[in-house]
């Protein structure tokens, strides 16, 4: 079995010096990394970490993990309207595995290959699976999208649609059957979720508030009404939803899942209304599908509306670690 | 018991909002954290993870767990002579143990705050104890101080003195009995180390290279020798030993403990000849205590000499994850 410094080399190192980006001075090999952070612009910096069995089926693919652990990462940044430029990775697996390893690296590289982002720094340990990683992105001085600047009279957008990770874990779990196409379609979503990067960019200044919606709707836009002391009302008629959710939404048992389950990681921001037209243009030039699903109000508090206006109860508010069982 | 989010807050988010540098422009409670960079500054980045029973035993305290962990960053960070900024921590843990997690705070800070580095973001998860720090510092443009730069002549130093945290091993394997006070001595000096910080930044135009002892001494200027295609040769006598190691070492099994066993945390470094004086004045004037060992060679690999100028055979070259059984 190869050594820790071998394999590093051999999975992450040698690759990931043909995938440097300009800021990035020195990368693996030497106790840390070097970067340089061009002038006007500031550093955004994230960190998730997956855990099996919680996070992600112990039969996922390693390639799966490695994308969704970068992902997860991205999908923050994006929220902040940053560029995502590089990341570290910490690994923590129970063997040497030199198959699942060159999986693992594939994935990695893909996602980071695909959004241009280094790694540039790492460590591997033998323990329990366990990917950490942190990224970093940088944006124009000022410009951060933050979970607190909605106001009293914007409208609430959302991104891509919502529903397809519910749908994939329904699948997971046995409660609903899909076909072997669309079986894969729900679970690309689930595994491999697509971070809004370029729209998130695209909001910088458009939106005054913005998150990912990684523990659900609810949940997510809970946060930013508590960080701006504001509340909202969603129509629920409004949340754009994909045509396989709605082709199976009726064999789902809880009818909110695509507003309370997680893992879709799209973004939900928050748009003054002299800013609309700019958004309008935005979506005209496919740059994103940003779809409209209610209103920010001074009155504390989510409340989602039915089609007659009536508001909706809602018990569950997303995912939390140590609240409730993991949905794996 | 309290949830995922509100745990967060409670033992990190709050404390972490009083011990902010300037360089942070946002910190915990969004979807990343924000820092900006003072012009003429570069960013080093260096992550570790620490796994329970590999890293340290299952019966280590929460605190003592916590200030390893950063202290351990704060280490690569000092050996590449950069002022430790800021850092986000990583955290699975089976379940949301109050005390353990006061505890485990109180540890991390105290040696954040001692350090002036502030925790900027993070991740609490359910899982196996599995705990990853990211650490970053800053460092004047093109003044790090990286494995490469050794050249043939320099002379080799290392800092402070080697050997406790092979001694605390010994001590906790039970092979070596030490009183009350000397155990603790040693213990504090394997569980607490502390980073070189400021012995690093003193040597940016002073060495041509550097790696902190954390492998051991043989395993670590093997790499700056890799890395600097140089060779060595390092006199036994010459290597500087604490006391209580001096006092014990003739009972440890392995004579060579102090240089093939890691967690020291001290600094070994290079210094072309026409700057040992400057040296000198850092050791006057109380920076460092800073040991010379060795020669940089042109014929590659390390070679250690006894009193006699017999090169020692050394089998064991450092700790290394997947190659051998952990001490723990």
Redesign the interface.
Known sequence: ?????E?IQRYFGDRAQTNLRQEV??GI?????????P?GL???????????D??FPSKTSAADIAYKALAVNLS??A??G?DPC?F?????MPT?DTSWLQEFSEGLFAIAESFDVAL?????????L?V?I?A??L?P?GK?L???GARTGDAIYVSGTLGDAALALQCLDGVIQLDKEERAMVMQKLNRPLPCVKQGKSLRDVANS???ISDGLVADLNHVLE?SRVGATVQQDDIPLSAIYRKYMDKIPNRLSAITSGDDYELCFTVPLNRIAILDGLVKNKIGLFTRIGTIETEPGLRVCDTEGNVISIGQFGH????EA?NY
């Open positions: 079995m190869p050594g820790e410094f394999l001075v020195l090999g030497d106790d840390a990394a070097i970067t340089s952070i002038e500031q550093l955004v910096t994230t960190t998730d970490v997956l855990v099996e919680v996070h923050d940044l929220a902040m940053a590089w570290t990775l910490t690994l923590s040497a540039i720094g790492g460590d591997t340990v033998r323990g329990p366990v950490g942190q970093c992105g944006v001085q951060a933050l979970r607190s913005c998150i990912d960080a939390d670690h140590f609240h993991s």
